[in-house]
């Protein structure tokens, strides 16, 4: 009974693992459209000012690649219970916050809490879900 108790907890933790993946890999997927079919309004929402030449094409394809690759990994993730796919995700977000910490300590930059810690959550929930949603034998 207990064997069976145990598999019904760890199935319930899958299913919370996939909702927590699939509800940021959403907005990141959304996000990266959003950088190609309005970047002024996306830059806004970061709190950057859209660059002209050069710089708007580096800021709209950047930045739709990053949010693209993460949202699209960690969704192709979940679909194939492939634990690599969720590896990508996971070092672009925790990337991104030692970025952030960086930029405060190095470059006088403002300490962006809020974004920091969501990188890191979303970050830590992928990799947790390289344990738990990922099938033991997909690597």
């Given at each position: 009974?207990?064997?069976?108790?145990?598999?019904?907890?760890?199935?319930?933790?899958?299913?919370?693992?996939?909702?927590?993946?699939?509800?940021?890999?959403?907005?990141?997927?959304?996000?990266?459209?959003?950088?190609?079919?309005?970047?002024?309004?996306?830059?806004?929402?970061?709190?950057?000012?859209?660059?002209?030449?050069?710089?708007?094409?580096?800021?709209?394809?950047?930045?739709?690649?990053?949010f693209l690759?993460?949202?699209?990994?960690?969704?192709v993730g979940?679909?194939?219970?492939?634990?690599?796919?969720?590896?990508?995700?996971?070092?672009?977000?925790?990337?991104?916050?030692?970025?952030?910490?960086?930029?405060?300590?190095?470059?006088?930059?403002?300490?962006?809490?809020?974004?920091?810690?969501?990188?890191?959550?979303?970050?830590?929930?992928?990799?947790?879900?390289?344990?738990?949603?990922?099938?033991?034998?997909?690597?």
């Amino acid at each position: 009974m207990h064997y069976f108790r145990l598999l019904r907890v760890k199935s319930q933790v899958k299913a919370v693992l996939k909702v927590a993946v699939l509800l940021p890999a959403v907005l990141f997927i959304v996000m990266g459209i959003r950088w190609l079919v309005d970047p002024a309004g996306s830059a806004d929402d970061l709190g950057l000012v859209l660059a002209h030449g050069l710089g708007r094409s580096s800021m709209i394809g950047d930045f739709a690649a990053f949010f693209l690759t993460a949202g699209l990994c960690a969704l192709v993730g979940v679909v194939t219970a492939k634990r690599f796919w969720f590896y990508p995700p996971a070092m672009l977000l925790l990337l991104a916050a030692t970025g952030r910490v960086l930029a405060w300590a190095l470059h006088d930059a403002a300490f962006a809490s809020g974004p920091i810690l969501f990188e890191i959550v979303v970050g830590a929930v992928l990799l947790a879900a390289t344990r738990w949603v990922a099938e033991p034998s997909a690597s």
